[in-house]
């Protein structure tokens, strides 16, 4: 029998998660570092992924993978961890007041991926799982970040981010792409980190679709005028969650197939290396995956794997008008209603 408790702010009765709702969230994630680790393998054909266990002191653990110098990826990483303990990290009660004084459990898959090829797009994923006391929620992820980006590409993904995301409910894909834009923004720039994919949180079948800290951007405005949707179960939400993690492989692998032999030189990797730059500039001051792991005394290798292996920066740099490094300023860093363009470059 499912247990329940009344919620203050909206009178609805909220479902607690089932008893086995660890067990069963830890064996999809594993199960998705898995699959994705070897479908990455086949994808570069050099390349092997090093695992690395750790322990956690506080409680808990995971598993670190790490590909360096491969056909393809200059270095990737695809972890999974699950940690336990008494003590909320500040991030989470700030969001989540009412989690106070429970003990926590999260758990989830990362992944980011650095290919050599300037004309591959950089790719991050996560998914996750939080409970504390009667508090649960899912929330995560992925976004594409092209150096040198193709319109065609960069339909595809959001085309196969959307037919999972259609799959559970038809508002999911147009919030969770906007709510992306938002979230992969590097304020101090003034540019989106590259062409988005979806991103939400606090996913606990109630309320409003959005969660996030802007109420007057594009996301929140989407979600007030489609209001409250009816309540969906944990089994809905966690169903949605396995989708999004199985779209991952079906939404990259045919933009690296069809790249992966495209010539490039100097020019192209220097620029990649400068733009690699936002990510490291994104992932230290924004990414709330960082601070969580920060925060709650994660394994620092694990929690910094995202980092690119190379990198530079330069003062004041300008592209070239009429360049493609221009059109990627122009165009690409924009948030745009990808799906409703033409395909043609």
Same mark, same amino acid.
């Given at each position: 029998?499912?247990?329940?408790?009344?919620?203050?702010?909206?009178?609805?009765?909220?479902?607690?998660?089932?008893?086995?709702?660890?067990?069963?969230?830890?064996?999809?994630?594993?199960?998705?570092?898995?699959?994705?680790?070897?479908?990455?393998?086949?994808?570069?054909?050099?390349?092997?992924?090093?695992?690395?266990?750790?322990?956690?002191?506080?409680?808990?653990?995971?598993?670190? #993978?790490?590909?360096?110098? &491969?056909? $393809?990826?200059?270095? =990737? %990483?695809?972890?999974?961890?699950?940690?336990?303990?008494?003590? @909320?990290?500040?991030?989470?009660?700030?969001?989540?007041?009412?989690?106070?004084?429970?003990?926590?459990?999260?758990?989830?898959?990362?992944?980011?991926?650095?290919?050599?090829?300037?004309?591959?797009?950089?790719?991050?994923?996560?998914? #996750?799982?939080?409970?504390? &006391?009667? $508090?649960?929620?899912? =929330? %995560?992820?992925?976004?594409?970040?092209?150096?040198?980006?193709? @319109?065609?590409?960069?339909?595809?993904?959001?085309?196969?981010?959307?037919?999972?995301?259609?799959?559970?409910?038809?508002?999911?894909?147009?919030?969770?792409?906007?709510?992306?834009?938002?979230?992969?923004?590097?304020?101090?720039?003034?540019?989106?980190?590259?062409? &988005?994919?979806?991103?939400?949180?606090?996913?606990?079948?109630?309320?409003?679709?959005?969660?996030?800290?802007?109420?007057?951007?594009?996301?929140?405005?989407?979600?007030?005028?489609?209001?409250?949707?009816?309540?969906?179960?944990?089994?809905?939400?966690?169903?949605?969650?396995?989708?999004?993690?199985?779209?991952?492989?079906?939404?990259?692998?045919?933009?690296?197939?069809?790249?992966?032999?495209?010539?490039?030189?100097?020019?192209?990797?220097?620029?990649?290396?400068?733009?690699?730059?936002?990510?490291?500039?994104?992932?230290?001051?924004?990414?709330?995956?960082?601070?969580?792991?920060?925060?709650?005394?994660?394994?620092?290798?694990?929690?910094?794997?995202?980092?690119?292996?190379?990198?530079?920066?330069?003062?004041?740099?300008?592209?070239?008008?009429?360049?493609?490094?221009?059109?990627?300023?122009?165009?690409?860093?924009?948030?745009?209603?990808?799906?409703?363009?033409?395909?043609?470059?």
């Amino acid at each position: 029998m499912v247990k329940s408790f009344p919620d203050k702010k909206n009178s609805p009765t909220r479902s607690l998660p089932p008893a086995d709702s660890r067990e069963r969230v830890s064996e999809f994630l594993r199960t998705l570092q898995d699959h994705i680790c070897q479908g990455l393998e086949a994808l570069d054909g050099e390349g092997t992924f090093q695992e690395d266990s750790w322990v956690r002191d506080e409680g808990g653990g995971g598993r670190s #993978r790490v590909m360096k110098g &491969g056909g $393809v990826f200059e270095q =990737g %990483g695809v972890n999974f961890s699950e940690i336990w303990g008494k003590d @909320l990290p500040p991030s989470i009660l700030v969001q989540r007041p009412e989690a106070a004084g429970h003990g926590f459990y999260a758990t989830g898959t990362s992944m980011v991926l650095h290919p050599r090829n300037p004309y591959i797009p950089t790719v991050h994923l996560n998914y #996750r799982y939080f409970e504390a &006391g009667p $508090v649960w929620w899912f =929330g %995560g992820g992925i976004d594409l970040t092209p150096y040198y980006p193709f @319109l065609e590409d960069v339909v595809h993904f959001h085309q196969t981010l959307k037919a999972a995301c259609d799959r559970h409910h038809p508002e999911y894909y147009p919030n969770f792409k906007q709510w992306c834009d938002e979230y992969f923004y590097l304020k101090h720039r003034k540019e989106t980190r590259g062409v &988005g994919g979806i991103f939400f949180d606090y996913q606990d079948g109630f309320g409003k679709l959005y969660r996030g800290p802007d109420p007057d951007g594009p996301a929140a405005t989407h979600s007030n005028t489609v209001g409250e949707l009816e309540a969906r179960s944990w089994e809905e939400i966690f169903a949605f969650i396995q989708d999004c993690g199985n779209a991952f492989l079906p939404a990259y692998v045919p933009i690296a197939e069809r790249r992966r032999h495209t010539e490039w030189g100097d020019r192209e990797r220097q620029f990649q290396l400068y733009r690699r730059g936002r990510y490291v500039e994104f992932n230290l001051v924004y990414d709330r995956g960082t601070i969580f792991g920060l925060q709650t005394n994660g394994r620092i290798e694990s929690i910094l794997m995202s980092l690119p292996p190379m990198v530079r920066w330069e003062y004041n740099y300008q592209p070239e008008a009429g360049s493609r490094e221009a059109q990627l300023y122009e165009t690409f860093l924009k948030p745009q209603d990808w799906l409703n363009w033409k395909t043609e470059d």
